[in-house]
């Protein structure tokens, strides 16, 4: 190697640029790869960064540099495509090359661990083939249409009702690049949901089969890796971060609920998967599905534009019917803890019948406000702008942002009356009321804090699998995916809450998430039955919902998204900033605002206070930018990020950019 020869290295830190570092001695210049893991100083710590490039010259004297501590492999930890990926990936959302980078490695090889070699032990059983059914004209034409492109890069948007039998195309077109020796990547929105996508794949196909998911122990997950990345497993299943996963011979990638917001990334690394696995698919020149009963519009646009190929299934596979939808007018019928009297009698004649019930309600907990009845006062947490919320089991008050717990209190911290009371309906609160009022039925509760330990959402599944006569209740965890068959009726407690929000993806999202609960109704031979209850009855797009046109729904959502300048028409990035000082927060997003002036391409608005103004003891405000073509707001947000890095430093604030954001608010 040359005497002068010096190592420029993505680190995984937010600084978006690379570092340079000596060579250790006596090592072999074929050893020094781009992609290889080496251990490097940086200021007070052990780092392991990512070798880009060898270099002769850098901008820090050579003196002055610091020698890499260890090379720690032999040849690049990364496949092509996914090195390539990251890298666009770094561009496009304006993250760290050395954090992108990171990111796509399991845990224990970011910490520096050596590869391990691969354990057929890790293998799933092989299981018997099981019978497929008969397909409908609408499933075989979509399943013709795909195979044909089985050799190129083609995105398909298979957008079918629910219980149209879209697992069903997907196993059948993997099938058919199974036989050709491919591996198949097929990503899902929720760790909930692998269970049940493996159990039906196992039964289908006679081969080894891995999960990826963030409840798996280090040692799993990169077993599963190193499987993939041998050709050891033919099929991977997993959340969002299974898409860095290497592969040595990908034949396609499926992406089930492709309109799941759980495919973004909310911190850090702000990707969004299911973009990112259109990326590599095009990379790899293979097919891409996306798979959803409610496609998301920015999906409906590419298939409008016919970037995508729209595939459609119009109808319940089988015998099976869509359910009858009907609206409950809470203004005429009120609720009781939740439930109206024509909801509880409707219930009362499914469960007669021996049959499941299902109810909705998108709020954890057992009330969402404690009260004074005396002064008012409402509790708040104390380093957010957030009402605690009350939890029955264990009784605690909880902050569903910054997670701090507190006991009750006995009386009112402001006027010290013991007059305080929960108020409101949350999922807890309702399990106790059907308890009450079912007392021999069994309620099944499934939230998030019902399925935090690991297994439990499984054995939970179990239990209304072996339940014949049932009442499940949960959040949006039961919207996603899952095939109750016993389910005859879905009861919509509070269908309000996406109606008027000043999120502009609100309504879009409550449309998505009401269809998809809807769609648990039904499902087998039995009919079904949706009862949606409602204080605006009138609504038009709640009109459309309930009369199960959700193609209406987002046609209309495309028309007032165009005359309104919004995504999928426009392209957004969120800034974002937060400090303990208000006014620092202020004045550094006016200084930004600045530098979009004379700009006639770039619409900034804002700053704005978030949704939760102050959370975990910082003030969050954000400046919402807007540009007409995707190109113009990357070359602003790349000369954006090079202007706050020369003067970010004198505001202390900690600031973050959101490209494609799910949440504006």
């Known amino acids: ?101 990171t990111n796509a490695l399991p845990s224990s090889l970011r910490k520096g661990k050596l590869p391990i070699s691969f354990d057929n032990n890790f293998l799933s059983p092989i299981s018997s083939r099981d019978t497929q059914p008969q397909l409908n004209a609408s499933q075989q034409h979509a399943i013709t249409t795909i195979c044909a492109e089985k050799n190129n890069f083609k995105t398909f948007l298979l957008d079918g009702v629910t219980g149209s039998g879209k697992t069903e195309i997907y196993l059948q077109v ?47 997950r990169l077993q599963a890796w190193l499987a993939a990345q041998s050709g050891n497993i033919r099929i991977v299943i997993g959340t969002r971060s299974t898409i860095f996963t290497p592969f040595k011979n990908l034949g396609l990638i499926i992406v089930d609920e492709e309109h799941d917001s759980s495919f973004k990334q909310q911190d850090r690394f702000r990707y969004h998967a299911r973009d990112l696995a259109v990326m590599r698919a095009r990379l790899n020149n293979i097919p891409i599905i996306l798979g959803s009963a409610t496609p998301s519009l ?73 009260y004074c009845t005396q002064c008012q006062h409402i509790i708040n947490c104390h380093r957010c702008d957030a009402r605690m919320v009350y939890h029955h089991s264990p009784q605690r008050l909880h902050c569903h942002y910054c997670d701090a717990k507190r006991i009750i209190p006995t009386s009112c911290e402001k006027c010290n009356e013991n007059s305080l009371l929960p108020i409101g309906v949350g999922t807890q609160k309702l399990e106790q009321k059907l308890i009450e009022t079912f007392p021999d039925v069994p309620i099944i509760r499934i939230d998030k804090d019902s399925t935090k330990r690991k297994g439990t959402m499984q054995n939970l599944l179990d239990k209304i699998h072996s339940h014949p006569k049932a009442i499940l209740l949960g959040t949006q965890m039961l919207a996603k995916g899952h095939h109750f068959p016993q389910v005859t009726l879905v009861g919509i407690i509070d269908a309000d809450g996406g109606l008027f929000s000043a999120d502009f993806r609100a309504t879009e999202q409550m449309g998505q998430l009401l269809t998809q609960v809807a769609g648990r109704a039904g499902r087998a031979e039995k009919p079904g039955v949706v009862l949606v209850q409602t204080h605006h009855p009138e609504h038009s797009l709640l009109q459309t919902l309930t009369k199960g046109n959700y193609s209406q729904f987002a046609h ?83 000369q954006l990020i090079q202007q706050i890095e020369n003067f970010g430093k004198s505001y202390p604030v900690k600031w973050t950019l959101d490209v494609d954001p799910v949440e504006i608010i």
Request: glycine content about 4%; some cysteine; aromatic content about 6%.
């Open 298 to 370: 920015e999906s409906l646009l590419n298939a409008k534009r016919n970037r995508y190929e729209h595939l459609l299934l119009p109808k319940r596979a089988g015998n099976a019917q869509l359910p009858n939808v009907q609206i409950i007018n809470l203004h005429t019928s009120p609720t009781k803890e939740g439930l109206s009297t024509p909801l509880l009698q409707t219930m009362q004649d499914h469960l007669h019948q021996n049959n499941q019930v299902m109810l909705f309600l998108n709020r954890r907990g057992f009330a969402p406000v404690m």
């Open 174 to 220: 993997m099938a058919e690049l199974l036989q050709d020796g491919k591996q198949i990547l097929v990503l899902v929105p929720e760790i909930n949901l692998t269970p049940q996508t493996i159990a039906r794949f196992r039964a289908r196909f006679q081969l080894p089969i891995a999960a990826l998911h963030s409840n798996l122990s280090e040692s799993e």
């Open 1 to 101: 190697m040359h005497k002068n020869s010096i190592l420029r290295l993505a680190l995984p830190t937010p600084l978006r640029r690379l570092f340079d570092y000596l060579p250790p001695d006596s090592v072999p210049s074929q050893q020094l790869t781009p992609g290889i893991r080496i251990k490097v100083p940086f200021q007070s710590r052990t780092l392991v960064g990512i070798l880009i490039e060898i270099v002769q010259e850098s901008s820090v004297p050579y003196q002055k540099l610091k020698a890499a501590l260890a090379i720690l492999d032999d040849a690049s930890i990364f496949s092509p495509d996914i090195y390539q990926l990251c890298h666009w990936a770094s561009d496009y959302y304006h993250c760290s090359l050395g954090e992108v980078l």
């Open 556 to 638: 209309t959502l495309l028309t007032e998204r165009e005359q309104g300048y919004l995504p999928p028409f426009a392209h957004f990035a969120v800034f974002r900033a937060e400090a303990p000082i208000e006014e620092n927060v202020i004045h550094f997003l006016l200084h930004i605002k600045t530098l979009s002036i004379d700009i006639p391409t770039i619409n900034m608005l804002g700053p704005v206070s978030a949704l939760l103004s102050k959370r975990k003891g910082l003030f969050r405000k954000h400046l919402l930018i807007r540009a007409a073509k995707r190109q113009a707001l990357q070359t602003f947000l790349k």
